[in-house]
């Protein structure tokens, strides 16, 4: 007798296997992974292309995305595009967020991420505001995301009377984790103190801005491992951008390797904006600015590659693709072709595991959360930049990208 599944993807090539696989899902989950499964149900042809269980963003800004045509983005340094969406945040409406935000997680579902995470600004200029828009589209997009919320004050918290207070009232109002920007508070220490207690508080994970800047003379790293350390925070904790660690020697970059993975502070890498930003005042030979995620991955540290910004001051470009953010990464890392697989790690598994998700995978009981591509392994969704071709939540289909056709002449 056949066993009977609501869908089947047939032919499917994963990362884990070396010959196609047959995929059964029943409510919503995988029930079985094997060669020719003999069962009934819905079918999808994979027809020989890989599946992936979708891309995972651990770090990006959907209330301040898709204000170009609003001010100038001809900005020379990471606090000219602060105060540029400064000026604007204040005029911000509920609206007009969730309007821009919109654009950036369809986008997003149609480029296979299946899990995000969102920084969203609380200070007294723009209030809850933007944190009421991103809650209204994690509800109006479950079918297709899991978006989680990180509450962050932008333009500090000590030297900013009122922000404490609002950062209170988000986590009391289902924000899912905090995040903070020390060097931009006149006291980071107590920043990074406060925010640990907030998070000590309310049981939720940290995520902090760190050391945008190429000068490794001074850093809040040794603070973050200590607060971490201290609170038995250890998988709890990530730092974004850390482009301090860029500019270290071997042996000290080595050192600081050790450090992270000890204290289990997980960093997250961003190409575009750390690309686009770092060594702007060079007159030549630019430093790339970019951490080298998949090395201190080898160092034991966990990291991801994310979007973090999409047409704004701080990154004029973007569609919140991540596969091509990892291409982007593996081109601007000199990653080598035998590394093309860990880069893909790096939006995939690893941010997963940053992230905490423990429903997240192509394993038996795990949530069908699927995706198709147009290539047939690892390294060649890196090296081709394929289309994703289809996305499934829980077993239902969210999304269809058709092959394109070509016509030649008769």
């Not at 009934?40 to 599946?51: I, S, T, Y």
């Not at 690309?275 to 998949?294: E, K």
């Not at 081709?384 to 056709?405: C, M, S």
């Amino acid at each position: 007798m056949q066993t009977a599944f609501d869908l089947v993807f047939r032919n499917a090539r994963t990362r884990a296997a070396p010959a196609p696989v047959d995929i059964g899902i029943t409510g919503g989950r995988i029930a079985a992974i094997a060669p020719k499964l003999a069962c009934e149900g819905a079918e999808v042809d994979a027809a020989g292309h890989l599946v992936l269980p979708g891309f995972v963003d651990t770090h990006i800004h959907l209330d301040k995305a898709c204000l170009l045509g609003r001010c100038g983005h001809d900005h020379g340094s990471v606090s000219e595009a602060i105060r540029a969406v400064a000026e604007m945040k204040r005029d911000f409406t509920v609206e007009d967020i969730y309007a821009r935000g919109r654009r950036v997680i369809e986008r997003a579902i149609t480029f296979g991420t299946t899990r995000m995470r969102t920084h969203v600004e609380i200070d007294p200029r723009i209030g809850l505001r933007g944190f009421e828009a991103i809650k209204a589209l994690k509800r109006d997009y479950a079918w297709a995301l899991d978006l989680s919320i990180c509450a962050f004050p932008q333009e500090g918290l000590t030297n900013d009377p009122g922000t404490e207070e609002l950062l209170v009232a988000a986590l009391r109002d289902g924000a899912d984790l905090i995040g903070g920007c020390p060097y931009m508070d006149t006291d980071p220490s107590a920043q990074i103190e406060k925010l640990f207690d907030l998070a000590q508080e309310f049981d939720v994970d940290v995520d902090l801005h760190l050391d945008f800047d190429l000068d490794p003379s001074w850093w809040h790293l040794d603070e973050v491992c200590r607060q971490a350390e201290r609170r038995n925070y250890q998988g709890r904790v990530a730092i974004g951008h850390a482009t301090k660690l860029s500019a270290l020697p071997p042996e000290r970059w080595k050192a600081t390797a050790d450090r992270l993975a000890k204290a289990g502070v997980a960093v997250t890498v961003l190409p575009a904006t750390d690309l686009y930003l770092m060594g702007r005042d060079a007159t030549h030979n630019a430093p790339r600015g970019l951490t080298v995620a998949h090395r201190l991955v080898e160092s034991g540290v966990l990291c991801s590659v994310a979007t973090n910004n999409v047409q704004n001051p701080f990154t004029p470009f973007g569609d919140a693709s991540l596969l091509r953010m990892a291409n982007l990464y593996a081109n601007a890392a000199h990653a080598a072709i035998s590394e093309f697989d860990a880069c893909l790690d790096l939006v995939t598994d690893l941010p997963a595991r940053l992230m905490n998700l423990r429903d997240y995978g192509i394993e038996i009981g795990k949530s069908a959360d699927l995706v198709i591509l147009d290539t047939d392994s690892g390294p060649n969704a890196i090296a081709e930049l394929p289309d994703v071709l289809a996305g499934y939540k829980n077993g239902r289909q969210v999304f269809e990208r058709r092959r394109p056709t070509l016509f030649p002449p008769n």
